[in-house]
């Protein structure tokens, strides 16, 4: 309904940015990967009981480690008992799509989501050499990146971006690109009505306490409202997308640096402590502000 882009994409060429200029999405890139393993889910591929190790994934413990333990952040201590936000132990989600799936987690990405929608400014890191699979030419489609940039002692240093991508970190996209995923995940594009509650639901431990995360997204409450949500966070990018089903409505930000999500305890859950996620919320969720009715 409405886009705009704030400061630049690229400060020297005083470029300013678009709906259609691409950014890093750091941990944004989670729930495209939760997407892909819950439809292998559906599909009898994968099972979320299954033991890790049966793909190739050795965790130290004594307890099994199962795939829904990685996919909800609760693998560590004993397993489904804690929440702990770890990208690294997320990354090996990885080896079970690559083995599921029969082809690498782009791959996957490529023809279960990119391209069943038609995102043209979605992507793996084109650093990395699993941009190949996009198909894009590699020139034209970091001519629209938004330049990366550290903010220090109040200027801005152009910084190099991180060059992976795997299925905790990496994807780059359009904000409008993030938008149109998003609104494929609220028509069912992708997943079963069911299925996707199960996402979105938030996981509790055996002894009955509730974790502010699902399964490859955050699920919270604001002011007595359900939030589901996702923060990304990385050198010189970061990123949010706050989604309030009951309302239909969502609210993505990208970034080319960290400041969107580096000064607040999101990792924890909590989505209160972002301005920018309760200026959003307070405005038009719990707030009464009419919606614009154009980008």
């Given at each position: 309904m409405w886009a705009k882009g704030f400061g630049f994409a690229d400060i020297s060429a005083q470029r300013v940015p678009a709906d259609t200029t691409t950014y890093?999405?750091?941990?944004?890139?989670?729930?495209?990967?939760?997407?892909?393993?819950?439809?292998?889910?559906?599909?009898?591929?994968?099972?979320?009981?299954?033991?890790?190790?049966?793909?190739?994934?050795?965790?130290?413990?004594?307890?099994?480690?199962?795939?829904r333990h990685l996919l909800s952040?609760?693998?560590?201590?004993?397993?489904?008992?804690?929440?702990?936000?770890?990208?690294?132990?997320?990354?090996?989600l990885e080896s079970v799509i690559t083995r599921a799936a029969g082809k690498s987690f782009a791959a996957a990405l490529q023809e279960r989501i990119i391209s069943r929608i038609g995102l043209t400014r979605t992507a793996?890191?084109?650093?990395?050499?699993?941009?190949?699979?996009?198909?894009?030419?590699?020139?034209?489609?970091?001519?629209?990146?938004a330049?990366?940039?550290?903010?220090?002692?109040?200027?801005y240093s152009p910084t190099t971006y991180p060059s992976s991508f795997g299925t905790a970190a990496g994807l780059t996209a359009s904000a409008l690109d993030v938008a149109q995923?998003?609104?494929?995940?609220?028509?069912?594009?992708?997943?079963?009505?069911?299925?996707?509650?199960?996402?979105?639901?938030?996981?509790?431990?055996?002894?009955?306490?509730?974790f502010p995360y699902g399964l490859g997204w955050f699920?919270?409450?604001?002011?007595?409202?359900?939030?589901?949500?996702?923060?990304?966070?990385?050198?010189?990018?970061?990123?949010?997308?706050v989604k309030v089903p009951d309302r239909g409505l969502t609210f993505?930000?990208?970034?080319?640096?960290?400041g969107l999500s580096s000064?607040?305890?999101?990792?924890?859950?909590?989505?209160?402590t972002s301005p920018w996620a309760r200026e959003f919320l307070d405005t038009f969720v719990i707030g009464s502000l009419a919606l614009p009715d154009s980008r």
């Open positions: 890093h999405l750091a941990s944004l890139t989670k729930p495209f990967a939760s997407t892909v393993l819950l439809q292998l889910v559906e599909e009898g591929k994968v099972s979320l009981d299954d033991p890790v190790s049966m793909y190739g994934i050795s965790l130290p413990g004594s307890d099994v480690i199962r795939v952040m609760t693998s560590e201590g004993t397993p489904g008992s804690k929440f702990l936000y770890n990208g690294d132990r997320y990354a090996l793996p890191n084109p650093q990395s050499p699993s941009f190949s699979v996009s198909g894009l030419d590699k020139a034209t489609f970091e001519e629209n990146l330049h990366g940039y550290t903010y220090t002692n109040r200027s995923f998003s609104m494929a995940m609220d028509r069912d594009v992708f997943l079963k009505p069911a299925t996707k509650a199960l996402a979105w639901t938030p996981v509790t431990s055996p002894a009955g306490e509730t699920s919270t409450e604001y002011r007595g409202v359900r939030v589901i949500w996702h923060y990304g966070y990385w050198t010189a990018n970061s990123s949010l997308i993505v930000v990208l970034a080319n640096t960290d000064p607040y305890p999101l990792g924890a859950g909590k989505l209160d």
